[in-house]
C-alpha cells in the first residue's frame, strides 16, 4: 500500500511542472507554439566554426527558414532559437544537408551531432550539396516551396532516375565506422537541388566525386536500378532502348597464394526492351544482352577505379567479400591499400524474352 501512495505522489509531482524536477521531464510546449523544422543545412564558418540553417514549413505551408552562427552546431542551433517566430522543434527533421566546404573539412561533428542530439533521428537523410552551401540550397529551394518537398521528391523517385540512392545518417555512420569510407548523394544548390552524383568519403572527408556513369556504377554495384535506361545498337544498326529493372552483385576475391591481389566485381542485369524492334529474333536479343554488359561492365569499372586511385573502400568490397568468405574475414579486412589491388568488373544481361512474345 506504501508503495502505491509514493508512486501516486511521485507522478503528481511530475505532473505539476514544478522547477526541481524539470530535469526529469521536458516543459509540455502548445503545438500552435512551436515552429516544426523539417531540413537542416551545416556549413562552415571561418577555420573552425559552422553556420546552422534550418527550414520548416511544406508547399502547403509558409516556408521559415533561420540561420545561425556558432563554433559548434548545438551553440548554432541555440541562436536559431532567438530567430524563429516560436519554438523551433527539429524532432521532425527528415534531411540534413552538408555543404561541400564542410565537408572538405569533415562530416563526423554533424554527423554526430545527429546521432547524441535527443530530438534528432539517425534515420535522417543526409545530402552533400556540390559547388555550393547548404545554406544557398535551402534559401533557392524556398524561393518555390521548400527544400523538404524537393528532397523528398528526390528520394521518391531514386528510382526512377537510377542516378541517385538516399543514405541516411545511420548508413553513413555505420559504414565509416566499419570501412573507413562511404558515400553521399549529392545536389546542385539550385532551386530543384538536382541530383549530381555521389561525394566520396574517405575518414569522414570528401575526396572525390562520383558522377556520370560512375555514378551510375555505384547503382549497379547496390543493386538501386529500377529504371536504368540504356540505349544500345542492334546488329542492323538501328538503336534499341532497354530499361534495367534489376542488378544483383557479387565481390570475389582474387588471391596470390595467401596474399590478396584483387576483388572481382561482377553484375547479373535483367532489363525490358522500352523502344526498338517490337519482335526480335534470338541472335538480335543475344546482341542485345551482350551490348548491355558491356556498357554496365563499363560504368561499374569507373565506380571501382574510383575505389583504387582515392584508396578508399567506399563500396564495402571488402567487407562483402568477407561475408561470403568468413573464413578469410581477417585477411580481407586487414590493413592493405586498395591502390595496390586489381579492381575488376564484370556484366552478364538477360533480356525479358517474354517482352518479343507480347509486342
Not at 2 to 8: A, E, I, Q
Request: charged share 25%; glycine share 10%.
Amino acid at each position: 500500500m506504501k508503495k502505491s501512495v509514493l508512486l501516486v505522489l511521485l507522478l503528481m509531482l511530475l505532473l505539476t511542472g514544478c522547477r526541481r524536477y524539470s530535469g526529469i521531464l521536458p516543459y509540455a510546449r502548445e503545438i500552435e507554439d512551436m515552429e516544426l523544422m523539417r531540413t537542416l543545412g551545416v556549413d562552415q564558418a571561418g577555420e573552425s566554426g559552422v553556420v546552422v540553417t534550418a527550414s520548416g514549413g511544406t508547399s502547403q505551408e509558409e516556408t521559415e527558414v533561420v540561420t545561425g552562427e556558432a563554433g559548434a552546431i548545438s551553440a548554432a542551433v541555440l541562436e536559431l532559437q532567438g530567430e524563429g517566430s516560436f519554438y523551433l522543434y527539429f524532432g521532425h527533421v527528415t534531411q540534413l544537408l552538408l555543404g561541400e566546404g564542410l565537408a572538405k573539412r569533415g562530416v563526423l561533428p554533424s554527423l554526430d551531432y545527429v546521432l547524441r542530439d535527443v530530438e534528432m533521428r539517425l534515420e535522417t537523410a543526409v545530402y552533400l550539396v556540390r559547388d555550393g552551401t547548404a545554406g544557398q540550397a535551402i534559401e533557392a529551394a524556398a524561393d518555390d516551396g521548400s527544400a523538404t518537398d524537393r528532397l523528398e521528391a528526390l528520394a521518391a523517385d531514386a528510382a526512377l532516375t537510377a542516378n541517385s540512392m538516399p543514405r541516411t545518417v545511420k548508413d553513413v555512420l555505420a559504414e565509416l565506422d566499419r570501412q573507413g569510407a562511404s558515400f553521399l548523394p549529392a545536389v546542385l544548390a539550385d532551386d530543384g537541388l538536382t541530383a549530381a552524383g555521389y561525394g566520396i568519403l574517405k575518414d569522414g572527408v570528401l575526396v572525390g566525386w562520383a558522377e556520370g556513369d560512375a555514378a551510375l556504377g555505384v547503382n549497379l554495384i547496390f543493386g538501386k536500378v529500377d529504371a536504368d535506361v540504356v540505349e544500345v545498337q542492334a546488329p542492323d544498326g538501328t538503336t534499341t532502348v532497354l530499361r534495367v529493372v534489376g542488378a544483383a552483385t557479387s565481390v570475389k576475391p582474387v588471391w596470390d597464394g595467401d596474399t590478396l591481389t584483387g576483388f572481382q566485381v561482377h553484375c547479373k542485369v535483367d532489363a525490358n526492351l522500352a523502344e526498338g524492334s517490337a519482335m526480335p529474333d534470338e541472335a538480335t536479343l543475344t546482341a542485345l544482352e551482350e551490348e548491355l554488359a558491356r556498357t554496365e561492365a563499363a560504368r561499374m569499372a569507373q565506380a571501382l577505379e574510383l575505389s583504387r586511385t582515392l584508396d578508399a573502400d567506399y563500396l564495402g568490397l571488402r567487407h562483402s567479400a568477407a561475408f561470403r568468405k568468413p573464413w578469410r574475414k581477417e585477411a580481407l579486412l586487414g590493413g592493405f591499400s586498395m591502390a595496390d589491388l586489381t579492381l575488376e568488373a564484370s556484366a552478364q544481361a538477360v533480356i525479358q524474352r517474354s517482352y518479343h512474345a507480347d509486342g
